[in-house]
Nanobody, 127 residues
Framework: QVQLVESGGGSVQAGGSLRLSCAASGFTYSRYFMGWFRQAPGKEREGVAS????????YYADSVKGRFTISRDNAKNTLNLQMNSLEPEDTAMYYC????????????????????WGQGTQVTISS
């Protein structure tokens, strides 16, 4: 049974940091392209960052470049998102997602391109 379980969300003030984690199980994690998405109330789910199987290649949304860092540990089947310099606009439910097929710059942000999804972890940033 495939499971993606996010953790690490919370409430912090603007300028603070959070580190999200996603624990994967039930599939060969090291073979899967992984991504972080977020969804704010009333808005569509959007791609935040993604990483290839080996961890060496990544994509970021323009809104988080230079502030967020995605990483993966294939030995521990975990995906991480280090979020620094947080802004109120970062408030959202954050989801991790997995898919067997690699993505490119034009497809990594498309939600329909990911097969597995976690339940999400809430991030709230106050000004």
């Amino acid at each position: 049974q495939v499971q993606l379980v996010e953790s690490g969300g919370g409430s912090v003030q603007a300028g603070g940091s959070l580190r999200l984690s996603c624990a994967a199980s039930g599939f060969t994690y090291s073979r899967y392209f992984m991504g972080w998405f977020r969804q704010a109330p009333g808005k569509e789910r959007e791609g935040v960052a993604s990483v290839y199987t080996g961890g060496g290649s990544t994509y970021y949304a323009d809104s988080v470049k230079g502030r967020f860092t995605i990483s993966r540990d294939n030995a521990k089947n975990t995906l991480n998102l280090q979020m620094n310099s947080l802004e109120p606009e970062d408030t959202a439910m954050y989801y991790c997602a997995a898919d067997l097929l690699p993505k490119n710059g034009g497809t990594w942000q498309l939600t329909r391109m990911y097969k597995y999804w976690g339940q999400g972890t809430q991030v709230t940033i106050s000004s």
